[in-house]
Structures are given as structure tokens and as C-alpha cells.
């Protein structure tokens, strides 16, 4: 009910009432030192525009079609059979611990104990929560790439670590050699690898991993790496660290369900490490969450399961997403830097004359009708992200296609805008 007050300011008395009836005054927003810079993340933003505008969203990672049926009724089954709905094991039901463990072995050659090496985790997200927060220590310094998908810098902000960045740049995204040599010293605690990389689309090749492994053994630091894309992959080969020589020890190898499976909503993950890195991560994981739901590991264990053709399918069919996209954007005037795994690409947008990502981006969902990600929040210094786009092709074939279309309708290079601009 309006009251005589709306809209004026209130007197509040020291009771937190006003003429002796209670009155709400907006909270203020707090948080904590370690995190207050940062924002509401980027994908909330772009998703909330997105729907505010009915742009179709090509920015938040996560697929609009869902993952097999087999895995879903495994999960059923487990919710309807007594005994698989109860906190489950801490660090994973045995039989999931198990299903990693041989999943790992056929995908890297490793043999790993699922008793002692295996956590499962509530996502990749947790394992990394996990991982930083049991391995690391206020100050340690961690070589971090950018752009770096921004739960990384947050979580290490968490932490209280300090960030040494180390820029890739396109067109290819590659590991600047010297700089990451110089990035590395004694001080070095750890480094964070994500192959394929989000938000590029890169694949780590051979090379670029022994480089990193050689320091990282040189300078005795950790590597911490995010593999939840390993299954999509068009161009080159998915090669975890750990498997290079004197790597295993050192790594901690971090995957989940969200991509492999297109069930980016179940939050099963895992964390693979020997056992001396595993007590560590166990520790703050048992603080985080203590365990993941339980009838939805039982699904994992039937997804591990699947055949290998399961795999090439997924590959193939994000391939098909990805030429079309690709083709599509180069065609409309994006320069295309096409990314050789993920289901994300990274375009640069200056042809259509804005003047960094934010603007291009807003016009792209007010204007066009169709939601990216503007990356520059990715870096460290912003402006090395500000010409760059990114968007995700985990869509159906209609919602690619009609995006294409809204693009191909509404959207100019420069040039072509004004040659236009002047026929009119
Ligand atoms: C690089 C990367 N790691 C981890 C995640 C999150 O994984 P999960 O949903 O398993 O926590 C994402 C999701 O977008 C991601 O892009």
C-alpha cells in the first residue's frame, strides 16, 4: 500500500523505526576486500540483457539442447532406488572413482588409483575452488594466461595469491615464449593451463605444454589445468600436462560432465592428482561442499561409460556448429579467428567502427537482436580485449541459423555502411 511517504527519504530512529513502525531501508551492498573488484559476472549481465531484449544468446556458455537420455534415466533409476539418495562418500561414490580413473587411462595412458588420486567434485568449478584453496598459500605467485575464463582470477583472488599474467595474442593465441620465462621464478607456486582454452578456442600444442612443463620443473611449481573442453577438439590433439615426463607428480588435472555431456547443470566434476596434491584438495573440497549429489554421480558413472563413438559424434556435430559459424561471421565482416577447440569463437569486431567491445556488444543485443560475450574482462588490461567478440556456438542448428540472419540483416562493416548511407 503507498504511504504518504513514498518517495521521500525516511527518518530513521536509532531502533531501526520510523515513528515507531518498522522501516525497510536498502541494504548496503557489502563484501569482502579480497573481491570487491569485482562485478555481477559477465555472462549474468549478457544473459540478463539478452532476455530483457529477446536477443538470442550466443554469449553464455551452455548448450540449449541437453545431454543423452542414458545418462538421465541412470540418474532416475539412482533418485528412485533407496540407499542412492544420502550424503555420499566424500571424495566420490566408489564407482564413479573408478569410472574416471579408467576413462583417464584410455584418454591419457595413466594409471591412476581412484582411491587415493580421484575426487570428484560439484562441477570443475569446485575442483578448482578446491585445488587453489588447499594447494596454495596467501602471496604464492600463479602465472595465470589471458585471457582466462574470470573464475580463475577470482578464485585466485580468494585465495589472497598474487596473478603473474601472461598475454596470448591473436591471431593464434600462442604461448609467448619469453615472456613466460620471465613470468616464472622461484617465487612461482603454480600455473594455470585451460586446453582447449576458453575463451580462444586453443589448443595447447606439444611444444607450448613442454615448455611449460620444463619450467614448471625447473622453477618446482604446480600445474593446475582445466580440461573440461578435452572432448572438443577440430584441429590438432587434446594432450594432458601430466602425461609429459616429471609432469604427473606436479598436476593436478581438472574435468567435469558440463561439456562432454551437455549437462552443464548437473555440477559433476573431478580433480586427478597423486596422492600427496589429492590430501591437500580433499581438505578445503570437504569444507566446500563435502560431497556432490549423489544420484547425479550415478548418472557420471553411466556417461563414462559411453561408447567411444559417443565422443566422435559430439566432435563432429560441434565441428558442423563451428564451420558454420566460422563461415557465416567471416562472411558478414568479423575477422575470425577460428578456434581449433571449445564451442566458442573469438571475432574481431572494429570493422563495424565501435569503439571497444561493450559498445559493439550492446548494439549486437539492443540493435541486432543477438547476445555475445565482450571479452576484455578476460584481461588484465582490458584494452587488449577490447576489439575482440566472443561468441558460443553450443546452439541448435534454428537459433545458429536464425542469429546468422539477424547479423546478415542488421549488421555493416563500416565501409559498406556508409556506401550505403550515402545511396539512401
Ligand atoms: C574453462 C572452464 N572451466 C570450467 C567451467 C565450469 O565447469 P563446471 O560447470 O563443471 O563447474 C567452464 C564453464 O564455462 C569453463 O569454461
Avoid at 136 to 149: H, K, S, T, Y
Avoid at 214 to 227: G, M, P, Q, R
Avoid at 287 to 294: A, E, G, H, P, Q
Avoid at 366 to 395: M, Q, T, W
Wanted: hydrophobic letters at 40%.
Amino acid at each position: 500500500m503507498a504511504s504518504s511517504t513514498e518517495g521521500a527519504p525516511q527518518t530513521v530512529a536509532s531502533d531501526g523505526k520510523s515513528n515507531g513502525v518498522a522501516v525497510e531501508t536498502p541494504p548496503t551492498l557489502q563484501v569482502s576486500k579480497r573481491l570487491e573488484k569485482f562485478q555481477t559476472s559477465i555472462f549474468t549481465q549478457t544473459t540478463g540483457l539478452a532476455i530483457k531484449y529477446q536477443a538470442l544468446n550466443l554469449g553464455q556458455g551452455f548448450p540449449d539442447f541437453d545431454g543423452p537420455d542414458f545418462i538421465k534415466e541412470a540418474a532416475i533409476e539412482a533418485i528412485k532406488t533407496v540407499g542412492k539418495n544420502q550424503y555420499a562418500r566424500g571424495y566420490g561414490i566408489p564407482d564413479l572413482n573408478r569410472a574416471i580413473a579408467a576413462r583417464f587411462k584410455k584418454d591419457s595412458g595413466l594409471d591412476v588409483d581412484p582411491e587415493t588420486e580421484v575426487t570428484v567434485t560439484t562441477g570443475c568449478t569446485e575442483a578448482l575452488s578446491a585445488t587453489m584453496l588447499g594447494l596454495l598459500n596467501p602471496g604464492d605467485e600463479v602465472i595465470l594466461f589471458a585471457p582466462f575464463f574470470d573464475v580463475y582470477e577470482q578464485l585466485l583472488a580468494m585465495v589472497g595469491a598474487t596473478i603473474k599474467f601472461v598475454t596470448l595474442r591473436p591471431p593464434d593465441f600462442s604461448v609467448p615464449e619469453k615472456e613466460l620465462r620471465e613470468a616464472f621464478s622461484s617465487k612461482t607456486r603454480a600455473i594455470l593451463v585451460n586446453t582447449p582454452h576458453n575463451p580462444t578456442g586453443k589448443v595447447f600444442s606439444r611444444k607450448e605444454l613442454e615448455l611449460i612443463a620444463s619450467l614448471c620443473i625447473k622453477n618446482n611449481a604446480l600445474a593446475f589445468t582445466d580440461e573440461v573442453y578435452s572432448k572438443l577438439i577440430f584441429r590438432g590433439e587434446h594432450i594432458s600436462i601430466a602425461t609429459l615426463d616429471g609432469m604427473y607428480e606436479r598436476t593436478v588435472t581438472m574435468n567435469s560432465m558440463a561439456k562432454t555431456f551437455s549437462l552443464t547443470g548437473w555440477k559433476v566434476g573431478w580433480a586427478i592428482a597423486p596422492p600427496q596434491l589429492s590430501w591437500g584438495l580433499r581438505i578445503a573440497h570437504s569444507n566446500l561442499t563435502f560431497s556432490t549429489s549423489t544420484p547425479l554421480q550415478w548418472g557420471a558413472v553411466a556417461a563414462l561409460q559411453a561408447p567411444d563413438a559417443y565422443y566422435v559424434d559430439l566432435a563432429q556435430n560441434y565441428k558442423r556448429r563451428k564451420d558454420y559459424l566460422v563461415e557465416n561471421l567471416s562472411s558478414i565482416g568479423f575477422k575470425v579467428y577460428e578456434p581449433h577447440g571449445t564451442y566458442f569463437v573469438m571475432a574481431d569486431h572494429t570493422p563495424f567502427g565501435f569503439d571497444d567491445d561493450t559498445a559493439f556488444v550492446g548494439h549486437l543485443i539492443k540493435n541486432v537482436g543477438v547476445a555475445a560475450i565482450p571479452p576484455s574482462g578476460f584481461y588484465e588490461n582490458a584494452s587488449d580485449g577490447k576489439h575482440l567478440v566472443r561468441f558460443a556456438f553450443c546452439k541448435d542448428d534454428e537459433t545458429l541459423r536464425k542469429a546468422v540472419e539477424r547479423m546478415k540483416i542488421h549488421l555493416k562493416p563500416t565501409s559498406l555502411k556508409s556506401t550505403n548511407d550515402s545511396a539512401n
